[in-house]
């Protein structure tokens, strides 16, 4: 069964500091992953997705995700935190059996100034 | 162009009551799908509608319900709230549906609390 996991409720990282929030999944076939932020009160924003092709995907707001086949890992990046990057991060996978989006438990990131 | 739009943002309904939620899709996109989000469930999938047809279902029991309208637009409706329906409900939108690449553009999001 495809899943997704989220090892992490909560990441903490300071302001300048590089940030990870890790992901990684589990499919049958070729993975087509996602990653979502959501701030309070809000809907979901795509940040950016993996397809096919190069393994590091640049998305929205400097934020980049390296997708490891060897690991079935989908880790979300950034070289330099800001205060304002503190949101609920998502993970997700399509299912393509049915073209479901398989949601990971989200993960809480904290920047602290 | 405008993203989607989710009518009502906050809701408040008693037990036993029904409700009904709008949801605009971008426009151009054809495909909606509704999600329940909780803290203890995190984001679970309803359903998803593409040229007013239904078509993939989540696992939620028969009360909730959903159709699509020819200008895309959908509704929601669930019916006999329970106070276990108190929940974010999100719908997203796509350009078509069944595509493994297709991204989702997700709306604000309507706040429901049953009491």
């Known amino acids: 069964a495809q899943s997704v996991a989220q090892p992490e409720d909560q990441v903490n990282v300071a302001e300048g500091n590089p940030l990870t929030v890790k992901c990684t999944y589990s499919?049958?076939?070729?993975?087509?992953l996602f990653w979502y932020v959501q701030y309070p009160n809000r809907g979901l924003q795509f940040l950016l997705k993996?397809?096919?092709?190069d393994n590091l995907v640049k998305g929205s707001y400097g934020f980049e995700a390296e997708f490891n086949k060897s690991q079935t890992s989908f880790h979300l990046k950034k070289p330099s935190a800001l205060v304002s990057d503190s949101a609920l991060y998502f993970c997700?996978?399509?299912?393509?059996?049915?073209?479901?989006?398989?949601w990971g438990a989200g993960t809480k990131l904290i920047i602290k100034p | 162009k405008a993203g989607v739009t989710q009518t009502p943002r906050y809701l408040i309904k008693t037990r036993g009551q029904q409700v009904t939620l709008s949801c605009s899709p971008i426009?151009?996109?054809?495909?909606v799908s509704w999600y329940q989000q909780t803290p203890g469930q995190g984001l679970q999938f309803l359903f998803e509608y593409f040229s007013e047809t239904q078509r993939n279902k989540g696992n939620f029991p028969g009360r909730f319900s959903g159709r699509q309208f020819s200008n895309s637009r959908s509704e929601m409706n669930v019916s006999t709230l329970e106070l276990g329906d108190s929940a974010l409900y999100l719908c997203?939108?796509?350009?078509?549906?069944?595509?493994?690449?297709?991204?989702?553009?997700f709306g604000p999001g309507t706040r429901l609390l049953v009491l």
């Open positions: 993996y397809i096919t092709g």
């Open positions: 997203a939108s796509s350009l078509v549906p069944r595509q493994n690449q297709e991204t989702q553009y």
């Open positions: 499919v049958s076939g070729n993975p087509y």
């Open positions: 426009s151009g996109h054809r495909s």
């Open positions: 997700a996978v399509r299912d393509g059996s049915n073209y479901q989006l398989i």
